[in-house]
């Protein structure tokens, strides 16, 4: 599938900031799911962002803006091809539990069995995912039941939360939105010795009522490792295995890995954040791009 993406972060300041210091994650990673074709962030005051990679493989870009200024905005245009997902037939399953201690001596995954800023991994989040595993012996098995437990029993609630949310509360109330979803899954894996990584990213609703939540906007989900199959995602939101209707942008312990726009800045006064985020099929006109 050929996908475009259009997203705009604007900052307003109700007094001139200054010394703007930023990171921003809005461009696709590339990977055997998807290739991104074009990628464009522009930055209004004008300024040259600085690309990077960062620890998690990440393409990311530096954006210093010294002067005086009322306003901040980052865009984004995208152009991606994304592979087809797994087909059921396919899922991982086989691959046991008993297996993972060994996961925790290999690189890619030992910083995705950690605790990290949002995710604490402690024996009563473990009680809680033990319950929830049942009686399987099989990696995929549970994360998949993890996943439609959140999906089935937490309360999807903008508003309920704020992006500082930490993953105890989030399995402690059951309310949330992706971004706390994401962190309470990541958790519970973790708390069982499943490597988790929270993703950043985009997806496209291909559903004809648009059903979906969390559609036009930035979006979050996981991946789990599976021995012998690599990272796979899943999306406790919408209860779904990643398919090519997802984009991802960037990978990490948490959010606050991934955050499409952060930084830091003097002055300012009080500041109002707006975002707009459009998904297309590149069939289907986008009139902003």
Request: aromatic share 10%.
């Amino acid at each position: 599938m050929e996908l475009k993406v259009y997203h705009r972060t604007e900052y307003r300041y109700s007094a001139p900031a200054k010394d703007s210091v930023n990171e921003v994650k809005l461009t696709p990673r590339d990977s055997k799911s998807q290739k991104c074709s074009s990628s464009i962030v522009s930055v209004i005051p004008a300024a040259r962002p600085k690309p990077y990679l960062d620890l998690y493989g990440n393409r990311s870009h530096h954006i210093e803006l010294p002067e005086s200024h009322d306003r901040f905005v980052v865009e984004a245009r995208i152009r991606i091809h994304t592979a087809p997902g797994l087909r059921v037939e396919d899922y991982p399953y086989g691959v046991e539990m008993s297996g993972l201690k060994v996961l925790s001596g290999r690189e890619d995954c030992h910083p995705f069995l950690q605790s990290s800023p949002y995710i604490d991994v402690n024996p009563g989040i473990w009680r809680e995912a033990v319950d929830m595993m049942s009686e399987s012996s099989d990696v995929f098995q549970t994360c998949y039941a993890i996943m439609e437990h959140i999906f089935k029993e937490y309360d999807y609630k903008p508003g309920a939360t704020a992006v500082t949310t930490h993953a105890n509360e989030v399995i402690k109330r059951k309310v949330g939105v992706c971004q706390d979803f994401a962190h309470a899954m990541v958790a519970l894996c973790r708390s069982l010795n499943i490597p988790a990584r929270y993703v950043s990213g985009y997806f496209f609703d291909s559903t004809r009522d648009h059903r979906l939540r969390g559609s036009e906007a930035t979006h979050a989900w996981v991946e789990v490792f599976v021995e012998g199959y690599g990272w796979i995602g899943l999306d406790p939101t919408n209860n779904k295995v990643v398919d090519d209707t997802y984009i991802v942008l960037a990978v990490g312990r948490d959010y606050t890995d991934v955050s499409p726009v952060s930084g830091s800045y003097f002055g300012g006064g009080t500041s109002t954040l707006i975002v707009h985020v459009a998904v297309r099929r590149v069939d289907v006109p986008l009139a902003v791009l």
